[in-house]
C-alpha cells in the first residue's frame, strides 16, 4: 500500500501512462483527500481492516469460533443489487435493447459527473487494480476500480486477483476496465450504476452493495463482458462451473446458468450422496463463467473470480457442508445475525434457533420474532483457496473443455426436474425461454415468474436478440458442442413441500446429464426433449417418496400451453431482433403440445 497527502495520484505503483492520466482526471473531478494503491499484500488488508473496525465498517467477529472472520451491516436501503438504477450506456437505444435501461453515454457522464464531482472531499480514493481470470490466461481482463470504499477494497481483494501482479500483468497497456465507484449518501435517489461498454467503463454511485459496488463482478465480468464477448467471438455467462470425477478418474466439466440466488454455489459445492462412492465433485467457479472455442473444437471455460459472494441463509450443514468449511475463516459476513458470543447466524443454518441475537441491523432480536433476524440477501465473502474441493485446474490459463451446460430456474410449477434438448438450437430456446420466480438478491417483489434468458436479464450488455443470435453462431467455432439441459429443483407439491430434496441429492441428475453428454445412457423423448428412463434414473438410498419424484419429472399439457403464452409475450417485447430459430422453436413446441 503506498499513499501521500494530498498531493495528486499519491505514490504510484505504475507508470502506465494512460492509467496514471485517467486516475488524474478521476482525482480532478472525485477531489478525495487522499489517493492509495493497493498493493494485495497481506500487509495491507491486515491494515485496512484494523482501519474498518476502528471506522465501524466492520464488527470483528469472535475470533476463537472464526479466525479473521468479520460482519458488516449494510445501510438497511442498500441490500442487493437495483436492477431498475442500472444502465447500460451505449450510442443508440438499440444496442442496449428492450430488456435493459438505457441512458446516452453524453447524458450519463454528464448526470453521474455532476454527482461525483466532489464527491471524495474528505475522503481516501483506493486505486484498486485486478485481474478478472488466472494470471497469464489468454481469457483474463484486467480491471482497476477506483473506490472510496474499505468493505469494497477488502471484497475485491477476496474476489479477484488483486494487487501488484495486476498492474505488473498490464504493463504499459491501455486495455484495462475503468470502474469509477464512490459511495457518496447511499441514498437510492442518487444511485446509478452505469456501463460504457464502448469505452470499457463503469461508473457506479450511491450504492456499497455487491454486484452494483465490486465492479469487478457483475459490471464487467457480465455486462462488460457479454458485449465484449460477442465483439471477440467468446461468450460471459452467469454460469457455475464443476469437473465431475467419477471412480475411474475421468473428469467431465458441467455449466450451469441458474439466475441470482436460484443454486449456483449450491450446485458448485455439491457433496455426492454416499450411493455416489468414489464420485467428486471440483469447484471451478460459483457464479461466472467466461468461454471460448479451443483449437481442439471444444468450449473451454475460465472462471473469472477468485472468491465466492454466496447467499448465507439455507446454508448449514447438510445443504452445502463445502461453504460451511469455506467460511469458517477469513471471511466477511455481510447483513448476517451475531449471536452473543459474536458467532453468526442466519434462518436456515444448524442447531436451534438462539433464544437471543443482535440482527442484520444491529437490532436486538429474540427467537420466535416475526422479523428475519439475517437479510435474506445476506451474504459471505470468502477466498476460493478455502474451499476444500477446489478444482486444481482453477489456475489453468485455458480453462476446462464443457461437455454439458444446464439452464435452470426457481419453478414452483410446470418444469419439470430435467430434460436434455433435441440439440443446439433447441437449448438455445430453452436458455432463452427461462423463467424464474424473484428472489431477495434484486430489490422488488419476490416470487414472481419472470422471464430470465440464460439467467442473464440483469446482466447482459447489449441487445438480448442479439445475444442470442450470438449463441445459436457458437456452432460455427465449436466442433464439439456441449450438450444442452434444463433442471429445475424447486417444484412444489400442493402442500407447499418441494417435490425433490436437492442439494447433494441434486448428484443424481447430474450423473445422467453427464452420461447422457458421454451419450451412454438413453432417455424418452418427450415434447419438451429428452427426460430420464426410470431405470436408468439412480433413486436408490434416497429417503424421498418415488410419487414425489415422478410428480417432479410430469409434464402438465396444459400448464405448459400457458407457459408459451407467457413466452411468445416476452418474444413480442424481443421481437426486432428475435432469432427466427427461436420462434420457429416455441411454434414446434406447440404443435407438439396441441397433439398431446
Ligand atoms: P447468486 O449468488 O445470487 O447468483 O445465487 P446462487 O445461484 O449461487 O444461489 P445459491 O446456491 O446461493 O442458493 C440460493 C438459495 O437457494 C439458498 O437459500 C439455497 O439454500 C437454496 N437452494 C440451493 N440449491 C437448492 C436445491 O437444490 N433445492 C432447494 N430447495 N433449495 C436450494
Ligand atoms: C447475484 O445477484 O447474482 C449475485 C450477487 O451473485 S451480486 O454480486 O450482488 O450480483
Ligand atoms: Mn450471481
Excluded at 34 to 45: H, L, Y
Aim: hydrophobic share 40%; aromatic share 10%.
Amino acid at each position: 500500500m503506498s499513499s501521500a497527502l494530498a498531493t495528486g495520484i499519491g505514490t504510484p505503483l505504475s507508470r502506465n501512462a494512460h492509467l496514471l492520466s485517467w486516475i488524474e482526471e478521476c482525482v480532478r473531478l472525485t477531489k478525495p483527500d487522499r489517493v492509495v494503491w493497493c498493493d494485495g499484500s497481506a500487509a495491507e488488508k491486515d491494515a485496512l481492516t484494523r482501519e474498518a473496525v476502528r471506522l465501524g465498517i466492520l464488527i470483528p467477529l469472535n475470533q476463537k469460533k472464526l479466525p479473521g472472520c468479520y460482519l458488516h451491516r449494510s445501510n438497511p436501503n442498500d441490500v442487493a443489487r437495483t436492477e431498475q438504477l442500472t444502465f447500460i450506456c451505449t450510442r443508440t437505444v438499440k444496442e442496449a435493447g428492450p430488456t435493459n435501461n438505457w441512458m446516452s453515454p453524453e447524458d450519463a457522464y454528464q448526470k453521474l459527473g455532476r454527482l461525483f464531482d466532489g464527491s471524495m472531499s474528505g475522503r481516501t480514493l483506493y486505486v484498486v487494480p485486478y485481474v478478472m481470470g488466472p494470471f497469464g490466461s489468454p481469457m483474463a481482463k484486467i480491471g482497476v476500480e477506483l473506490t472510496d470504499s474499505i468493505y469494497v477494497v477488502l471484497n475485491m481483494g477476496i474476489m479477484t486477483r488483486m494487487g501488484q501482479g495486476a498492474l505488473d500483468a498490464l504493463g504499459g497497456s491501455s486495455d484495462f476496465n475503468r470502474g469509477l465507484h464512490c459511495t457518496l449518501d447511499v441514498n437510492p435517489d442518487r444511485r446509478f450504476i452505469c456501463h460504457f461498454p464502448e469505452d470499457n467503463t463503469v461508473w457506479s454511485i450511491g450504492s456499497g452493495y455487491g454486484g452494483n459496488a465490486l465492479l469487478g463482478k457483475k459490471c464487467l465480468a457480465l455486462r462488460i463482458g457479454s458485449y465484449l464477448g460477442r465483439r471477440e467471438g467468446w461468450m460471459a455467462e452467469h454460469m457455475m462451473i464443476v469437473g465431475v470425477e467419477d471412480p475411474n478418474g475421468e473428469t467431465t466439466y458441467v455449466a450451469a446458468a441458474f439466475p441470482s440466488a436460484c443454486g449456483k454455489t449450491n450446485f458448485a459445492m455439491l457433496i455426492p450422496p454416499k450411493r455416489f462412492h468414489g464420485w467428486k465433485v471440483w469447484t471451478v467457479g460459483d457464479d461466472i463463467c467466461w468461454m471460448r472455442p479451443g483449437p481442439d473444437g471444444r468450449l473451454w471455460a475460465i472462471n473469472p473470480e477468485a472468491g465466492y459472494f454466496g447467499v448465507a441463509p439455507g446454508t448449514n450443514q447438510a445443504t452445502n457442508p463445502t461453504a460451511m468449511r469455506t467460511i469458517s475463516k477469513d471471511t466477511i459476513y455481510t447483513n448476517v445475525a451475531m449471536t452473543p458470543d459474536g458467532d453468526v447466524w442466519w434462518e436456515g443454518k444448524d442447531g436451534e434457533v438462539p433464544e437471543e441475537l443482535v440482527d442484520w441491523q444491529g437490532r436486538p432480536w429474540k427467537k420466535g420474532s416475526p422479523e428475519k433476524a439475517a437479510h435474506a440477501n445476506s451474504r459471505f465473502t470468502s477466498p476460493m483457496t478455502n474451499n476444500p474441493n477446489l478444482s486444481p485446474h482453477v489456475n489453468d490459463p485455458e480453462g476446462v473443455p464443457i461437455a454439458a451446460i444446464v439452464f435452470g430456474g426457481r419453478r414452483s410449477t410446470t418444469v419439470p426436474l430435467v430434460v436434455q434438448a433435441f440439440n443446439w438450437v433447441h437449448g438455445v430456446y430453452m436458455g432463452a425461454t427461462l423463467g424464474s420466480e424473484t428472489t431477495a438478491a434484486t430489490t422488488g417483489k419476490v416470487g414472481v415468474v419472470r422471464r430470465d434468458p440464460m439467467a442473464m436479464l440483469p446482466f447482459c450488455g447489449y441487445d438480448m436478440g442479439t445475444y442470442f443470435d450470438h449463441w445459436l453462431d457458437m456452432p460455427k467455432s465449436i466442433r464439439d458442442l456441449p450438450k444442452l439441459f434444463q433442471v429445475n429443483w424447486f417444484r412444489r407439491g400442493d402442500d407447499g413441500r418441494f417435490l425433490w430434496p436437492g442439494f447433494g441429492e441434486n448428484m443424481r441428475v447430474l450423473k445422467w446429464i453427464i452420461d447422457r453428454a458421454h451419450r451412454r445412457t438413453g432417455g424418452w423423448e418427450t415434447a419438451l426433449g429428452w427426460v430420464p428412463h426410470q431405470a436408468e434414473f439412480d433413486l436408490s438410498g434416497m429417503s424421498v417418496s418415488l410419487e414425489d419424484v415422478d410428480e417432479a419429472e410430469s409434464i402438465d399439457i396444459e400448464a405448459w400451453k400457458v407457459e408459451l403464452a407467457d413466452q411468445e409475450e416476452f418474444f413480442t417485447k424481443l421481437a426486432a431482433t428475435m432469432p427466427r430459430e427461436l420462434v420457429l422453436q416455441r411454434e414446434l413446441l406447440m404443435a407438439r403440445l396441441d397433439r398431446g
